[in-house]
């Protein structure tokens, strides 16, 4: 089903050794496990061996055809064309159907690819929302791995139907699965680890939804480096963001993150919808957590399309809950009620009690804001009956708070108070129902009553008169909120050393695991070698501790003159053309070989047959026998051993050692000696590989910072309108709020000024001066449209080239020059005093009337223009009174009297602190002639005759209001 990375790399390294139809059993393997891990890769292997498939006997051909369908199933369902991945998977199963007469060891094959295709179907399904399907499907598979009598198997699937019967039973009733025995790590250590991962999976998910969230992410980060580890791929980036959200529950925002990026960077490679798509929103729910609502609603948007394939998932309906509480967060309750109106019918789809629960609440919190408390009553009553149904006592504590948030709030013509609640004996119906939910929690073993319920109650009694009980349970309220801030921060330093301990404990063990395989290398090799040998243990460590290879280098001499009678020493590797052996380190008599290369070939050269025939070589002369092979230079030995060094099946190069002692090296000696052979090749192996990951670093490096330049290019050219080098729409979008906030900053600091001189505004010259007006222009070229229709676009867009210059020679750098559509700019003139906008409004208008605009055939054209302006804060003394967007539908409106009073003019409005403020915005645009009457606004112009206030006018699609 999966295997680990270290028994694929066996498999990888024995296919170039096969041919002919020996190489299909591998093809079909490779193909099937490297499904997750390189899915392109997996379909070559499988098209490799499709192509043998003729020459298979028929009675073999069915198991083999059916595990590749099964790698085409697989990588579609991934892809998230489940379809597709249904079709492949249902093909297999016709092919895998049980058959009594065929040969058992057939039969346990075809058993086995029978579990595996019931596996997928149940993961399609699964992602379809098709919950009975799923578990239907574990349970086939379930029945098939027991056929086969895979235990391995059938504890995966186990674990698996317990992970989703989970979700559907909830998180305190019984489950339809649960291990035997996993209970304990050490029970997990027995087990194989596959098996292992996908428990402590099903565990984390328990514990998680027992609120254990210090020991679910602990399972979680086990069956995390397990999946990773056994290429399921989709599952670790799942697990990933688990752990992610895990942390997020313990207010451990960062860790949060850190687990969101890795299953990033996990996912983005991929391409699958389901896999970037829960990346993205969990990321998103984090940061909605943090506060950083733009980027989670960015982010959240983001996911709700890559999921849109796979509508009918989990993954889904868990992306509509977030947009729903991001939508409340952000008081867009009619949003929030549509998200949490498409989350009920996924959670009743579904079937699962946590979705059903949170919709119903989401929109009862949505309908009370919305002004419909009489549905939102309704609704809430709803979800408190499913809640005492399911037995979720937390679930009717959260239903009676938004019961009572409905019947708190007071009623209107429109939409009346509600009358009380039956039975009520409490003074008032929010009084009945807090009192109720306070009950309910007083029952729950070990439940802090939320602060925040406390004080509504607290409230509530005052608002009845009756404040010795409101006294009472404000100082409870107090005192629960110190004890629910201790729990925070113990929540805190849980997740931080949950997080330490888990990675200190993966490292330990990584470290004592290669120690414990070096130990049992090192017994077998030197199990009847001297008291000498104890130390190489260290040595070994010494010299693997290494990754650049003039240190490796350094320490193999040391310790091979310290343990053997070494006259000369030297190192040879294989040169990246693999036909020489080139000396790369060595020493005689303490001095520097010069360097030396050897062809592979060269039959007398011991270094080359050392390594041709990859195995140690002794050459012991006596005294006075002639070295055939000794080179010039160099001092006469009569003892010379050659060692490969080899790592796998991989030769490096070769070590040698050499004495003019004879009979220099006995057993003791060569066995030392390949000890250090073997500890020099996994250094130098582990160097070249440190080098080339730094290469492949350094390249990432520039490559990212080519991303970079490229994006930061790209994102100007987004915000620059390409015709005229301003900027556009999206700029001034991105950028106004931060202005408009700067510019109540300013009138708010005023406004406090004020108050402490005890005066009802600001009075003095400082004050007076202060620039923190904001002045939107909207300046339109006159009958540009003719131009078009005589002239042709060419010339058209020329003019609108000459009029960004005439803008900019008005305007100051630090304004906003905006290309805003067509022949319609807009100008925020920014730290503006309002008094000074008329003056630039003039200077507009005559530098567009006063010119000729010259056309590309030299053809000069006079034309001109017309202006609207409105100052923010539109009414000084209420500067929140309309918004900026409010503010540029005036501006317009300015715009559209200068239009209709003849042109080549300009226009504003401005407020005069008369009258009723309330509703104001509406009754200028939709009644400002009566507006001008009540003396509510006046408007100022260039124009000396009467203006012409009524007609038509488009809208800027800004303001909201205009609907009221």
Request: proline letters at 4%; aromatic letters at 6%; hydrophobic letters at 45%.
């Amino acid at each position: 089903m999966f295997v680990r990375d270290a028994d694929l790399a066996q498999w990888e390294n024995t296919l170039p050794d096969l041919t002919g139809m020996a190489r299909l059993p591998h093809l079909a393997a490779l193909a099937w496990h490297l499904r997750q891990r390189d899915p392109v890769r997996a379909r070559e292997l499988s098209g490799e061996a499709q192509a043998m498939l003729p020459a298979v006997a028929p009675q073999d051909a069915p198991v083999l055809r059916a595990r590749l369908l099964l790698v085409a199933a697989e990588g579609a369902w991934v892809r998230g064309e489940l379809d597709t991945a249904q079709y492949h998977a249902d093909q297999a199963l016709q092919l895998l159907a049980h058959d009594a007469a065929a040969p058992e060891l057939l039969q346990v094959a075809a058993a086995r690819g029978r579990a595996d295709a019931c596996w997928v179907q149940a993961w399609i399904a699964n992602d379809r929302g098709d919950s009975i399907a799923a578990s239907g499907w574990l349970a086939q598979a379930a029945e098939a791995a027991r056929t086969a009598s895979d235990s391995v198997r059938g504890d995966i699937i186990g674990a698996a139907a317990g992970i989703c019967a989970a979700f559907t039973d909830g998180a305190g009733g019984p489950v339809a699965w649960r291990p035997d025995t996993a209970t304990r790590d050490t029970d997990l250590d027995a087990m194989p680890a596959i098996a292992a991962g996908w428990i402590s999976d099903f565990l984390g998910t328990r514990a998680f939804q027992h609120s254990e969230y210090g020991r679910a992410i602990g399972h979680l980060m086990r069956s995390f480096d397990t999946a990773l580890t056994s290429g399921q791929l989709r599952r670790a980036i799942i697990i990933a963001t688990n752990i992610g959200n895990g942390f997020t529950c313990l207010n451990a925002h960062e860790a949060a993150l850190d687990w969101m990026q890795r299953a990033q960077d996990l996912a983005r490679p991929t391409g699958w919808p389901l896999s970037i798509g829960m990346c993205l929103m969990q990321t998103a729910e984090t940061l909605r957590q943090l506060g950083q609502r733009e980027a989670a609603q960015t982010l959240l948007r983001e996911s709700l399309v890559v999921l849109t394939p796979l509508a009918g998932s989990r993954a889904y309906a868990v992306a509509l809950e977030y947009e729903g509480d991001l939508a409340l967060d952000l008081g867009n309750h009619a949003a929030a009620l549509d998200s949490f109106t498409r989350l009920a019918a996924r959670g009743d789809a579904l079937g699962q009690g946590d979705f059903q629960s949170s919709a119903r609440r989401g929109q009862a919190h949505a309908l009370a804001h919305l002004g419909r408390a009489g549905e939102a009553l309704s609704v809430a009553q709803g979800a408190l009956a499913l809640a005492r149904t399911k037995g979720d006592t937390l679930a009717q504590i959260a239903a009676l708070q938004v019961l009572a948030d409905i019947h708190a709030r007071p009623g209107s013509a429109e939409d009346p108070a509600l009358a009380p609640p039956p039975g009520m004996s409490a003074p008032s119906g929010p009084l009945h129902y807090l009192l109720l939910a306070l009950d309910i929690a007083a029952t729950i073993d070990g439940y802090t009553v939320p602060g925040a319920l406390l004080d509504a109650t607290a409230r509530e009694y005052a608002a009845v008169g009756d404040f010795e009980h409101a006294y009472a349970i404000a100082l409870r309220a107090g005192a629960a909120r110190d004890l629910t801030h201790s729990r925070e921060a113990t929540n805190r330093a849980i997740a931080m050393q949950v997080q330490y301990q888990t990675e200190r404990a993966q490292t330990e063990g990584e470290h004592h695991r290669q120690l414990a395989a070096a130990e049992a290398r090192r017994a077998e090799i030197l199990q009847r070698t001297s008291a000498t040998l104890a130390n190489l243990g260290a040595v070994g460590q010494e010299i693997t501790a290494h990754l650049e290879s003039a240190a490796v280098f350094r320490a193999l001499d040391r310790h091979v003159h310290g343990l053997l009678d070494a006259t000369l020493f030297s190192i040879f590797l294989i040169e990246p053309g693999g036909e020489w052996l080139a000396s790369a380190f060595g020493v005689e008599a303490g001095r520097p070989l010069p360097p030396l290369r050897v062809a592979l070939d060269d039959p007398d050269a011991n270094s080359a047959r050392c390594v041709r025939e990859r195995r140690e070589l002794l050459v012991a002369l006596q005294e006075g026998e002639a070295n055939v092979n000794h080179i010039s230079g160099t001092l006469p030995t009569l003892s010379m051993l050659f060692a490969p060094l080899a790592v796998g099946e991989r030769v490096l190069g070769v070590m040698t050692v050499q004495s003019m002692r004879a009979n220099a090296y006995g057993e003791r000696e060569r066995l030392i000696f390949r000890t250090l052979c073997a500890y020099g090749a996994i250094a130098l192996d582990n160097a070249s590989a440190y080098r080339q990951v730094a290469a492949t670093q350094q390249q990432l490096l520039d490559k990212n910072l080519e991303l970079e330049r490229a994006y930061q290019a790209l994102e100007e050219v987004s915000l620059t309108d390409q015709l005229t080098g301003l900027r556009n729409r999206r700029f001034f979008l991105r950028n106004v709020d931060a202005d408009v906030a700067m510019s109540l900053r300013g009138y708010d600091n005023m406004q406090e000024r004020a108050q402490q001189r005890g005066q009802p505004r600001p009075a003095n010259d400082c004050d007076r001066q202060a620039p923190n007006d904001l002045v939107f222009y909207m300046v339109d070229l006159d009958h540009f449209k003719h131009v078009n229709d005589r002239y042709g676009h060419a010339a058209g867009d020329s003019i609108l080239v000459q009029m960004q210059t005439r803008l900019r020679e008005v305007f100051r750098e630090s304004d906003y020059v905006i290309r805003w559509g067509g022949e319609e700019f807009l100008v925020l003139a920014r730290a503006t005093h309002r008094d000074e906008a008329g003056a630039l409004a003039e200077r507009m208008r005559r530098a567009v009337a006063e010119r000729d605009f010259v056309l590309p055939d030299g053809e000069k054209l006079r034309k001109t223009c017309s202006i609207g302006f409105a100052c923010f804060p539109f009414l000084p003394e209420q500067p929140r009174l309309l918004s900026w967007p409010q503010v540029v539908e005036l501006a317009d409106q300015g715009l559209y009297i200068a239009k209709r009073s003849g042109r080549n003019a300009w226009a504003a409005l401005h407020a005069t602190g008369e009258g009723d403020a309330v509703d104001l915005f509406p009754r200028l645009m939709h009644a400002l002639p009566q507006a001008l009457e009540d003396g509510e606004v006046r408007v100022v112009s260039n124009l000396a005759g009467p203006l012409e206030l009524d007609g038509e006018r488009r809208r800027t699609g800004l303001s909201i209001d205009l609907e009221l």
